[in-house]
């Protein structure tokens, strides 16, 4: 199951999502970063939003988006990490005993607290992942997978030492 699936899924995270036709340039980007298949109509959105004529073949391993406030990227970056986090196997690329972590950067720990509560809300929502949840508290979310999803501050302190599967930073023009 790829990311829009996942979104359009009536029993993953297609409730959670009022009115899909407001998401068109975010499901965009997201084909663009998965290398997902885009339609006529939205690969022109897709060189209308980035300025590229065709859009990757292949997943992007580092995206950079300018996003205006209140233009939904917290809420995405929470999907982005709860997809990566429960949709894709790092076994094959962990030590025994070994975590993964899905790491969500964000400017501050109130905005950590957003982006943290969108995670969870995606989790909960869903009770096939909500069942995924061993451990939560206000910076981790530890699913039976191996896999932990840390929303954590832009600080080298906080971030050093983990086995780092995917990183996410938000706001990281402030930083």
């Not at 905005?111 to 909960?124: E, F, G, T």
């Not at 929502?125 to 061993?134: D, F, G, K, R, Y």
């Not at 780092?164 to 990281?172: N, S």
Request: hydrophobic share 45%; with cysteine; proline share 5%.
């Amino acid at each position: 199951m790829n990311i829009i699936e996942a979104v359009r899924d009536p029993s993953l995270f297609r409730p959670l999502f009022k009115n899909l036709d407001t998401w068109k340039s975010w499901l965009c980007i997201l084909k663009a970063i998965f290398a997902l298949r885009m339609d006529t109509k939205e690969r022109a959105l897709f060189a209308t939003i980035t300025g590229r004529d065709a859009p990757p073949r292949h997943p992007v391993s580092e995206c950079w988006m300018v996003v205006g406030r209140r233009g939904g990227k917290s809420f995405v970056v929470a999907l982005i990490a709860v997809f990566l986090a429960c949709f894709k196997d790092y076994r094959p690329f962990l030590g025994p005993g070994e975590t993964g972590v899905v790491m969500v950067i964000a400017t501050d720990r109130k905005q950590a607290r957003v982006i943290h509560r969108y995670a969870s809300a995606l989790l909960n929502s869903v009770p096939m992942l909500a069942a995924m949840i061993v451990r939560q508290d206000s910076e981790c979310i530890d699913l039976d997978n191996r896999i932990s999803i840390e929303i954590t501050t832009a600080s080298y302190r906080t971030i050093r030492g983990y086995t780092v599967v995917a990183a996410l930073c938000d706001e990281i023009a402030f930083w």
